[in-house]
């Protein structure tokens, strides 16, 4: 146990040393290398004497294989397990004989080491053999270790098994390691990667090349996916899809369509085509193996209809009544919104008695999420003409009159003058109504008439314009007249001030006499 141990690898040339200098060379008169043969015997392998060459007598597995190192050290090639033993360096200097004895390892790391023997897939919950992890012809016998996503895995007596083996090779003496792996699969494990590794004395860690299996398990989860547009409307297609967690993934399942069932094969989908809101409702799908386990979902098909009461083109008098009504048919809440000629009303229209501004293009959206539905009615309203104001102004020089007739009535009025005049200047026919002026310079009072018609009727309403020359002669008169009312407001003034002195004296004086 005291010896001096040298480990060399296997195959390679081995240095065993020699005394290590304890001895000086120049006083070595021979050196000799021996080995334990076993029983008590040795085996010679060479001697070296002073000034002479080596001489070899080594035989049987050592032949060949010896040679003296320049340090006195025995150099063995090829290095074998037959090799571990103790070899034995003699010196003999002047009159005394030493032995210095070296006790020999050979180690070995295996050549290889590699998963075998692989299972197909892995059940969930069931204790399966992986494989086997073999580490070949070794010294010592390697020892395995499994990996699970660079993770040891150890044995547990449940879900992880590991069992080792070691076969020595007769001739060798080699070592080779088998390690199986029995494990029982979770889910999680669909991707993990198994490895197995060895840590030998000498060199580095050997690991495998990685394995994945499939992992197959019952289904445990079902889901029923509706595919269709968004949002899902009348005259759409639906497909329903079951979607199931098992690996391998079932391929039949059982479509419950509202009562109706069918059964598809090496399928996962089924569609329904030109859906209706009659469609709207629960739908299923479960497995052909195993009914209970079912997956539900609920369809609903929108639909918006609206119904616009009157629509279209629409006469009235002005005057009469126009009852609207909307009726709205939808599968949710809803919206509306109205118009007039593309501008926005703040409420649904109401016609008591409709007017010429009341006349448009009256249109309403009605709206449930994404869908949207439009209607429309053009109201006309129609009467005979009626003239509002008929009225006069002066020229802003003085010099001609202007006359103005408004009106209102549709379709829109025609409009005439009992007399002619100039500038005539006709406003846009807006709502109804229309205002029409003329300019005209009397020379003497008359009459003028304005008269409106369309097909319905007729309406004159007349006015009394004076002479421009007239009108001069009564200016002078009403500033003449003005002046005399100013010159008689003063005299009444006065004439009051003297009397209210008058009185004030002759008050005094009375009172005097009656001291």
């Known amino acids: 146990s005291g010896l001096e141990t040298v480990i060399g690898l296997y195959g390679e040339t081995l240095e065993i040393p020699c005394n290590k200098g304890a001895v000086k060379a120049e006083d070595v008169v021979m050196t000799k290398w021996k080995y334990d043969k076993g029983d008590g015997l040795s085996g010679h392998l060479l001697v070296k004497q002073k000034n002479q060459n080596v001489s070899i007598s080594a035989t049987d597995e050592y032949k060949g294989r010896v040679s003296l190192a320049a340090n006195s050290g025995l150099l063995l090639s090829?290095?074998?397990l037959t090799d571990q033993r103790t070899f034995t360096c003699m010196v003999v200097a002047s009159a005394d004989i030493t032995e210095y004895p070296v006790n020999v390892v050979v180690y070995k790391t295996p050549a290889g080491l590699e998963i075998s023997d692989k299972a197909e897939e892995l059940e969930i919950g069931k204790l399966t053999k992986l494989g086997t992890c073999v580490a070949q012809d070794a010294n010592p016998a390697a020892n395995i270790t499994w990996l699970k996503n660079n993770k040891p895995l150890v044995a547990d007596g449940k879900g992880i098994s590991i069992q080792a083996s070691v076969l020595v090779d007769?001739?060798?003496?080699?070592?080779?390691?088998?390690?199986?792996?029995?494990?029982?699969?979770?889910?999680?494990?669909?991707?993990?990667?198994?490895?197995?590794?060895?840590?030998?004395t000498v060199g580095a860690e050997q690991v495998s090349s990685p394995v994945t299996f499939t992992i197959t398990y019952s289904t445990e989860?079902?889901?029923?996916?509706?595919?269709?547009?968004?949002?899902?409307?009348?005259?759409?297609?639906?497909?329903l899809k079951c979607v199931a967690d098992g690996n391998p993934a079932p391929t039949s399942f059982n479509f419950h369509l509202k009562g109706e069932l069918v059964k598809v094969e090496d399928a996962d989908t089924h569609t329904i085509t030109n859906v209706s809101r009659d469609t709207t409702g629960e739908y299923k799908c479960s497995l052909i193996d195993n009914p209970t386990m079912e997956a539900s979902k609920d369809i609903t098909v929108n639909y918006l209809d609206i119904n616009l009461s009157p629509s279209g083109n629409i006469i009235k008098n002005a005057g009469e009544a126009l009852d609207v009504t909307l009726q709205i048919d939808a599968s949710g809440e809803s919206k509306v919104s109205w118009t007039k000629d593309n501008v926005k009303l703040d409420k649904e229209p109401k016609f008591t008695k409709v007017t010429y501004s009341d006349s448009g293009l009256y249109e309403c959206e009605v709206t449930m999420g994404l869908l949207s539905r439009k209607a429309a009615f053009d109201l006309v309203v129609e009467g005979a003409p009626v003239i509002r104001q008929l009225s006069k102004q002066r020229g802003e020089d003085g010099q001609h009159k202007v006359l103005i007739c408004e009106a209102e009535g549709s379709p829109k009025p025609a409009v005439s003058w009992s007399i002619n005049g100039t500038s005539l200047d006709e406003s846009p026919f807006v709502n109804g109504k229309i205002?029409?002026?003329?300019?005209?310079?009397?020379?003497?009072?008359?009459t003028v008439s304005c008269t409106v018609s369309n097909e319905f009727g007729v309406d004159t309403r007349a006015i009394n314009v004076s002479s421009l020359f007239e009108e001069v002669r009564m200016d002078k008169q009403d500033q003449s007249d003005d002046s005399d009312q100013t010159k008689l407001v003063?005299?009444?003034?006065v004439g009051l001030l003297v009397a209210t002195v008058v009185i004030g004296l002759a008050y005094l004086v009375y009172m005097k006499k009656s001291k």
Not at 174 to 189: F, P, Q
Not at 435 to 446: G, W
Request: glycine share 4%; proline share 4%; with cysteine.
């Open 490 to 493: 003063v005299g009444v003034v």
């Open 221 to 239: 989860n079902i889901v029923l996916q509706v595919i269709a547009q968004d949002p899902l409307v009348e005259g759409d297609n639906v497909t």
């Open 170 to 200: 007769p001739v060798t003496g080699l070592s080779t390691t088998s390690s199986i792996l029995e494990y029982s699969a979770e889910k999680e494990d669909t991707d993990a990667q198994f490895t197995c590794s060895t840590q030998h």
């Open 435 to 446: 205002t029409h002026k003329i300019t005209v310079v009397p020379t003497a009072n008359l």
């Open 78 to 80: 090829v290095a074998k």
